[in-house]
């Protein structure tokens, strides 16, 4: 089978992205970049989802000598202007955890009005072939922000975030669910071509 290179080490962001792909029958086998022993994830330090997503995307597929996917996606809201927006998995600090990031995030909007707290998920992914070539995809999630986390699955700020439309949090839905609506499904199934186009080779 073909293997195309996860550029992350997150083991929910690997089983989203798995998920995603294989319901959308596309036949490849998601390597996590544990798989690669020796490649040290590069600085995030493009201004943007597209930069930032392409660049863990090169370093990996160069290190491993395969294709490689990744993606940098954020939340934005509102009522903060956009944050933290590119900078979401690192917004309470460098070594931030996913509950010190979801707690800062509470922190910071626990004033603003309910209907106010406007925001959503903003999602690019990048494929970078063996070759160099370069295919991007983008996807987004409107939505309105709670104080009160809920839910078990998912991560990050998953347990405040109500897209549009539902009543539940992201991490209350059932995983096929938040795929079919989520930012990274969106933007993952917009690789499906260029995805497709490996297996073929």
């Known amino acids: 089978m073909t293997v195309v290179a996860l550029a992350s080490r997150n083991p929910g962001k690997l089983r989203e992205i798995r998920s995603i792909l294989s319901s959308a029958g596309i036949s490849l086998r998601v390597a996590s970049a544990e798989d690669f022993p020796g490649w040290e994830a590069p600085s995030e330090d493009a201004p943007d989802y597209e930069g930032n997503a392409l660049i863990k995307a090169r370093s990996l597929a160069t290190f491993a000598g395969v294709a490689a996917i990744a993606d940098d996606s954020g939340i ?6 956009g944050e933290p927006g590119p900078r979401s998995a690192r917004y309470a600090g460098e070594t931030a955890t996913d509950e010190d990031n979801l707690q800062k995030l509470i922190d910071a909007i626990r004033s603003v009005p309910e209907s106010e707290r406007t925001a959503r998920y903003r999602c690019v992914a990048a494929l970078v072939t063996r070759d160099g070539r370069k295919v991007v995809a983008g996807g987004t999630v409107e939505g309105l922000l709670i104080t009160e986390p809920r ?12 897209p549009t439309g539902d009543y539940r949090t992201m ?22 071509s260029a995805l497709r186009d490996l297996v073929a080779d």
């Open 76 to 81: 934005e809201v509102d009522a903060l202007g």
């Open 171 to 192: 991490a209350e839905l059932d995983p096929l669910e938040k795929d079919h609506i989520s930012h990274r499904g969106v933007a993952f199934r917009g690789l499906e």
């Open 151 to 162: 839910g078990s699955s998912g991560f990050g700020y998953d347990p405040i975030f109500v």
